[in-house]
């Protein structure tokens, strides 16, 4: 007992941030000294690495032991979302996450002749057709002149384009988007980039707490619907303890948010400075060699760009550990060395 108080002890009067670099610097001492044992690196996956700011945790850990035998009331969360957009809390739609609430947009207002903009979330096709739509893909290239081509009925329409784009960061210019048809926006990304709040009738954009807030697990999000757009809130609303977390991160998270965009875009940087990287924002790289067999045989792992419909890509989620970055950079400078 005394060795564990002695432990925990010497992290009383330090910062989150100190400690995760004191625990982190051991860690990476330890995998130094016993290589055998370095484990997988997985830059697959759409989470951002590493946990969300302590008090959004201290946040839901108080409200599942105050609240959690009361129905949630989402009131407050919205009222903060709407003040940081200074926007009617009446826009705004609190609900499970950006997917749920882009399948509950999809089947408020999508069409047969509803488009997806692709390269896009992957789950989106399968989304369109269970709203009783017909997913037609397009590339962000083809945007602007599909639009002039059937300007005659643009109404008979739906299009669903995420910005920043999943997986190649970019963030498609809304002269490309907007018209009189209803447009979806996935902004799951928005925290990586200065995206501002539309007021338009057929817009509906929706935004996630799940990777600049790096809370994916309580499986939370919120959507800025037109005046009088539909509701596309869930029935009772969502768990006490994500509203909680998603409230402080509303109030108190945008020094956390700017610290994990400058990990990633630094990232980025060091990755583009030697080999070819989509320009854009975000935790994912758009990475242009088809190298994902040869990282995986180095315990690296990579999405390959075949999910998305190109076989010359990889998507890497950009990890914020200075020693992870270097281990993939050394991979791939091995494997360019060797073809």
Do not use: C
Request: no cysteine; hydrophobic share 45%; aromatic share 6%.
């Amino acid at each position: 007992m005394k060795r564990l108080f002695g432990y925990y002890r010497q992290f009383d009067e330090l910062s989150p941030e100190e400690i995760s670099q004191e625990l982190l610097a051991r860690r990476d001492e330890e995998l130094r000294r016993h290589p055998a044992t370095t484990p997988p690196l997985d830059l697959s996956g759409a989470a951002w690495h590493g946990p969300p700011h302590p008090e959004a945790i201290n946040a839901a850990t108080f409200a599942l032991r105050r609240a959690v035998n009361a129905y949630p009331d989402s009131a407050p969360l919205r009222a903060a979302i709407a003040a940081s957009h200074d926007i009617d809390p009446a826009r705004v739609a609190i609900g499970h996450g950006a997917g749920e609430l882009i399948r509950s947009a999809l089947r408020a207002v999508a069409t047969e002749e509803t488009e997806v903009l692709w390269p896009g979330w992957g789950l989106l096709p399968g989304l369109v057709s269970e709203a009783g739509a017909s997913p037609v893909p397009v590339a962000a290239a083809e945007l602007a002149a599909r639009r002039k081509a059937t300007a005659a009925a643009p109404a008979a329409r739906t299009l669903v384009a995420a910005r920043p784009n999943d997986p190649t960061g970019a963030i498609i210019p809304l002269d490309h988007l907007i018209g009189d048809h209803w447009l979806i926006l996935d902004e799951a990304l928005a925290g990586f980039a200065e995206l501002e709040v539309l007021d338009h009738p057929r817009v509906i954009q929706i935004r996630s707490f799940s990777k600049a807030h790096a809370l994916a697990g309580l499986r939370i999000g919120y959507a800025i619907v037109p005046d009088g757009g539909p509701d596309l809130s869930p029935v009772l609303g969502v768990g006490a303890p994500a509203l909680a977390a998603a409230a402080w991160a509303v109030e108190g998270g945008a020094e956390s948010v700017r610290r994990r965009r400058e990990q990633a875009d630094a990232a980025r940087e060091r990755l583009a400075a030697e080999f070819p990287v989509a320009a854009g924002v975000g935790p994912y790289a758009w990475l242009a060699l088809p190298v994902a067999e040869e990282l995986a045989a180095r315990r690296i792992y990579v999405a390959p760009g075949s999910a998305w419909g190109d076989e010359h890509h990889v998507r890497v989620t950009l990890p914020p550990e200075a020693a992870a970055l270097d281990r993939l950079l050394e991979a791939l400078r091995d494997n360019a060395l060797n073809h």
